[in-house]
């Protein structure tokens, strides 16, 4: 690939990864509007990397605090519920919240990645699925935090989050849409959105990455190399910025962008 498009797409997947407005959607556009090549899987790979490492470092502390106190539950005396706190409950949810992306992707991912990847079921699913955020968000009551979150609340996200294997619809757009609903503030629906993706994306990548093993791979080191750094600073800039803005700017801007998008790529689809 050119710099020029290992610089955009690797920004691209870093911003998207983590917004609410759909890496899918953005992914399509140079490709469409530039007839820019197929980044190819190590590329993939790269970028997959890039951004977990930048979410692993934004939340280091509540992954290390999690992984202690899902572990540690396991030791001591009295039972399991006796040993429980905040963070391994966490952890539990987490878990669950993964297992319907997993199951379901396993299952219907073939089907949905051949049969989903066009120009009209991606506008759909940005502009729809825009729609419930902005409804969420405004009325969702958000008073609750994540020590209020139960495994009952984790699978109802869980199962939300299974809709994103539909291109288009956004990972952490449908989860912090799930979380709203339940009645979570703005900064906790994003922090569990977060969380969540960190096994999802070590599954992609590891995915990936045998398929890459499989297939071999002509990539340039130095296009790998910047990928990964790339991805991390941009979704790592990306998520500091988002939750920080998140309580006073609110869902409406992601779903005005998420509008006009959806139009352009319908644009796009009556030019074909």
């Excluded at 197929?38 to 977990?52: E, S």
């Excluded at 955020?133 to 935090?145: E, I, Q, S, Y």
């Amino acid at each position: 690939m050119e710099l020029m498009h290992v610089v955009a797409l690797a920004v691209i997947q870093g911003l998207t990864e983590f917004l609410p407005i759909s890496s899918s959607a953005h992914l399509i556009l140079p490709s469409q509007v530039f007839g820019w090549p197929d980044q190819g899987l190590a590329f993939d790979v790269a970028v997959h990397v890039g951004t977990l490492l930048a979410v692993v470092m934004a939340f280091r502390k509540d992954v290390a605090n999690i992984l202690a106190g899902w572990f540690g539950q396991f030791s001591g005396s009295g039972t399991l519920a006796a040993r429980q706190t905040e963070d391994s409950r966490l952890g539990w949810a987490v878990l669950l919240a993964t297992l319907p992306a997993v199951i379901f992707g396993g299952l219907l991912g073939d089907v949905v990645e051949t049969a989903g990847r066009s120009i009209a079921v991606i506008g759909t699913t940005t502009i729809v699925f825009g729609l419930l955020l902005w409804w969420a968000d405004v009325k969702g009551a958000r008073t609750r935090d994540l020590a209020t979150l139960t495994l009952k609340g984790a699978l109802i996200i869980g199962l939300f989050q299974a809709l994103a294997l539909i291109p288009g619809t956004s990972r952490s757009g449908i989860t912090i849409t799930a979380a709203l609903l339940l009645g979570f503030e703005r900064q906790s629906a994003a922090r569990f959105s977060f969380l969540l993706s960190i096994p999802l994306i070590v599954a992609a990548g590891l995915l990936k990455g045998l398929e890459l093993i499989e297939t071999g791979s002509e990539a340039q080191l130095f296009d790998v190399a910047l990928g990964v750094v790339l991805s991390f600073v941009s979704a790592l800039v990306c998520i500091k910025l988002f939750l920080k803005a998140i309580d006073s700017i609110g869902m409406l801007p992601f779903v005005i962008y998420r509008l006009l998008l959806g139009m352009m790529l319908f644009g796009m689809l009556l030019l074909l």
